[in-house]
């Protein structure tokens, strides 16, 4: 499993972005996908995932300003990420987890900065 993040960079407090990751190598309708983000001196942690399209989960931070969607045909996963802020600043890691597997796959990481 191949996975490519694009779509981070530096936004003002209240700001938008749209981050994109490409899979391959996957059967992509029959797994789990999302995004991980890990700030500096913090853990990875979850940010939201999406498996069959309508069953998205968020971190309670996050709820109600990004939006998580899966394309099964592009094999795309993206964020949508509305009225951002300052602590939303990290890593974004794009996350794949087939539902036959264990198995997690991470791609190379985004950068999102977010100014005051």
């Known amino acids: 499993v191949q996975l490519q993040a694009s779509g981070g960079g530096l936004v003002q407090a209240g700001g938008s972005l749209r981050l994109s990751c490409a899979a391959s190598g996957t059967t992509f309708s029959m797994a789990t996908m999302g995004w991980y983000r890990q700030a500096p001196g913090k853990e990875r942690e979850l940010v939201a995932t999406?498996?069959?399209?309508?069953?998205?989960n968020y971190a309670d931070s996050v709820q109600d300003r990004f939006t998580v969607s899966k394309d099964n045909a592009k094999k795309m996963v993206y964020l949508q990420m509305n009225n951002l802020k300052p602590e939303d600043t990290a890593v974004y890691y794009c996350?794949?987890?087939?539902?036959?597997?264990?198995?997690?796959?991470w791609g190379q990481g985004t950068q999102v900065t977010v100014s005051s």
């Open positions: 999406i498996a069959n399209g309508r069953d998205a």
């Open positions: 996350y794949h987890r087939a539902w036959s597997s264990a198995r997690s796959y």
